[in-house]
T-cell receptor, first 113, second 113 residues
Framework: ETGVTQTPRHLVMGMTNKKSLKCEQHLGHNAMYWYKQSAKKPLELMFV???????ENNSVPSRFSPECPNSSHLFLHLHTLQPEDSALYLC????????????FGNGTRLTVT | EDQVTQSPEALRLQEGESSSLNCSYTVSGLRGLFWYRQDPGKGPEFLFTLYSAGEEKEKERLKATLTKKESFLHITAPKPEDSATYLC??????????????FGQGTILTVHP
């Protein structure tokens, strides 16, 4: 059982749908992250939150909207996605945003039809 | 811009056949280099952090080493359960973003019994 839990594990949505991904960490960490993992490409950082404040938005399209209500929970709200947004979305946490190892959840496999 | 290149893309070994994975990097001031293991359908699992050239770390059959330009992950007498994708990431000192790792595309290791 990972200390970082993501739901749902799989999601299929149409381009006009609105859905949300949820992440919860039980590690007492202060920083949380969203990453996108596409086939044959390196992990791409999307957003970073440190103590609930967004510290990084890696030029992500506005159809992805993050929310971090507290240091333990992170959401990614999705709307009007494109088929090329289909990927594995990984949540991670770390003690801080310095040189700390990331602890990842098992991801949400998103398919946009 | 920080860059990480991993080689080979895929590696097939027989059980007991030792080998090494390579991670070459260019970074403006290395603050840390990370190795992760990722099993199919799961998120990356942290293995090691290396901070400076000459440093080595070991865990079971794995040993990670670091020079000023690259890192190696040596696998001694691998077993089928070592089959996974191995990811390398660097944390550089440059730029304005903390907590921003640059990942390589990974090496897919398959160990046959």
């Amino acid at each position: 059982e990972t200390g970082v839990t993501q739901t749902p594990r799989h999601l299929v949505m149409g381009m006009t749908n609105k859905k949300s991904l949820k992440c919860e960490q039980h590690l007492g960490h202060n920083a949380m992250y969203w990453y996108k993992q596409s086939a044959k490409k390196p992990l791409e950082l999307m957003f970073v939150y440190n103590f609930k404040e967004q510290t990084e938005n890696n030029s992500v399209p506005s159809r992805f909207s993050p929310e971090c209500p507290n240091s333990s929970h992170l959401f990614l709200h999705l709307h009007t996605l494109q088929p090329e947004d289909s990927a594995l979305y990984l949540c991670a946490s770390s003690l801080g945003t310095g040189v700390q190892p990331l602890h990842f959840g098992n991801g949400t496999r998103l398919t946009v039809t | 811009e920080d860059q990480v290149t991993q080689s080979p893309e895929a590696l097939r070994l027989q059980e007991g056949e030792s080998s090494s994975l390579n991670c070459s990097y260019t970074v403006s001031g290395l603050r840390g280099l990370f190795w992760y293991r990722q099993d199919p359908g799961k998120g990356p699992e942290f293995l090691f952090t290396l901070y400076s050239a000459g440093e080595e770390k070991e865990k079971e059959r794995l040993k990670a080493t670091l020079t000023k330009k690259e890192s190696f992950l040596h696998i001694t007498a691998p077993k089928p359960e070592d089959s996974a994708t191995y990811l390398c990431a660097v944390h550089g000192a440059g730029g304005t973003s903390y907590g921003k790792l640059t990942f390589g595309q990974g090496t897919i290791l398959t160990v046959h019994p």
